[in-house]
Nanobody, 125 residues
């Protein structure tokens, strides 16, 4: 069982930066791939990126819409995952969710087993 709590959302002007944090509980945190998703009003939940665990060590994968602007990192010693968001755009406005799933690169919401409650990010133009 993994419990996830996001924080760090807020209001920022276009071009600004935010860092979201996801605190995870559970002794097996390091065995999970961790993903970030977002959902804007009236839209489906959208993959943002993931930091994975694989047999070869793992890595990161990002949606094309955020590649080069967002960076995911994890601190397994602290059971934390971070989403650094730079050069934010109004279209990045959404509720951002942290999720935990099995090993491998996963971009579909139904591939993740545990979810946080979400944190609102609003980017003004």
């Amino acid at each position: 069982q993994v419990q996830l709590v996001e924080s760090g959302g807020g209001l920022v002007q276009a071009g600004g930066s935010l860092r979201l944090s996801c605190a995870a509980s559970g002794r097996t945190f390091s065995s999970y791939s961790m993903g970030w998703f977002r959902q804007a009003p009236g839209k489906e939940r959208e993959f943002v990126g993931t930091v994975t665990v694989t047999q070869s060590g793992g890595g990161t994968m990002y949606a094309d819409s955020v590649k080069g602007r967002f960076t995911i990192s994890r601190d397994s010693a602290k059971n934390m995952v971070y989403l650094q968001m730079n050069n934010l755009k109004p279209e990045d406005t959404a509720v951002y969710y942290c999720a935990a799933g099995g090993p491998g690169y996963r971009s579909r919401p139904n591939a993740y087993d545990y979810w946080g409650q979400g944190t609102q990010v609003t980017v003004s133009s």
